[in-house]
């Protein structure tokens, strides 16, 4: 019985670790993200009620939560989670890139513009890529 109770405890103790430390790399890719990208999501979605920047950095957030969770459920030790973490920053910038540089170079006007379709088309390569990046973690 005490075995148990014990295993129950350092399954939980794991469990915060991981959901914190997912957390905290959540809100850091979320500040980051916004650095990297030329127009203020923040500004565009608060002030302005721009939905294309809501959609767009929404879905960069979400594509960034799935790579996160891959992370979580393939590493073999906390160090190897923070590392998948890092690659899934990475790949989550490749994104961003992707589509501004490759797919829709006006994808920052556009979504100044509040164009929903390039926000549409902007998560949607997100959470692509988080899938993809999710699912590769794997050995």
Not at 72 to 77: D, G, L, Q
Request: proline share 1%; hydrophobic share 55%; charged share 10%.
């Amino acid at each position: 019985m005490i075995m148990q109770y014990h295993d129950l405890l350092l399954s939980v103790m794991h469990f915060s670790l991981y959901f914190s430390v997912s957390l905290l790399f959540l809100v850091l890719f979320k500040y980051v993200y916004k650095f990297i990208t030329p127009h203020d999501e923040w500004k565009l979605i608060k002030n302005e009620k721009n939905l294309a920047a809501a959609i767009g950095f929404g879905g960069a957030i979400i594509g960034y939560a799935i790579a996160l969770s891959g992370a979580a459920r393939n590493s073999v030790s906390f160090l190897d989670f923070a590392t998948w973490a890092f690659v899934a920053f990475i790949a989550q910038t490749f994104a961003f890139a992707l589509v501004r540089f490759g797919f829709m170079r006006s994808i920052i006007k556009r979504i100044e513009a509040n164009e929903v379709s390039a926000g549409v088309m902007l998560a949607t390569t997100s959470i692509a890529v988080g899938l993809l990046n999710a699912s590769c973690m794997s050995y």
